[in-house]
């Protein structure tokens, strides 16, 4: 069974970073799609940053340039890592994966590509 465990979330104030890990278990991690997706209270999710199973990323457009996602296969870890924070990127954020797939760059992250989830963890931005 997949097992995916966000942790790295605070709250940090405008301009900081913040590193986002999710730690997967029970799946083929090197190979697998993954995704990371936020949802503020009163809004909908939002798919911010995914990587295929060749490795191509793609990004929200409210994030690009600031969020980098990335895989350590070694370690069976997903990253976020989060620049130039801003009180808008408030949310919870949550980690996804997905069987072995190839996107196209530049293409929406949606929530149905995606099979698992991880629980979240929380991201407060104060200005």
């Known amino acids: 069974q997949v097992q995916l465990v966000e942790s790295g979330g605070g709250s940090v104030q405008a301009g900081g970073s913040l590193r986002l890990a999710c730690a997967a278990s029970g799946n083929t991690f090197s190979r697998d799609c993954m995704g990371w997706f936020r949802q503020a209270p009163g809004k909908e999710s939002e798919g911010v940053a995914g990587?295929?199973?060749?490795?191509?990323?793609r990004y929200a457009d409210s994030v690009k340039g600031r969020f980098t996602i990335s895989k350590d296969n070694a370690k069976n870890t997903l990253t976020l890592q989060i620049n130039s924070l801003k009180p808008e990127d408030t949310a919870m954020y949550y980690c996804?994966?997905?069987?072995?797939?190839?996107?196209?760059?530049?293409?929406?992250?949606?929530?149905?590509?995606?099979?698992?989830w991880g629980q979240g963890t929380q991201v407060t931005v104060s200005s």
């Open positions: 990587i295929d199973s060749s490795g191509r990323t």
């Open positions: 996804a994966a997905a069987p072995p797939c190839l996107r196209v760059p530049g293409s929406p992250i949606r929530q149905h590509e995606f099979d698992y």
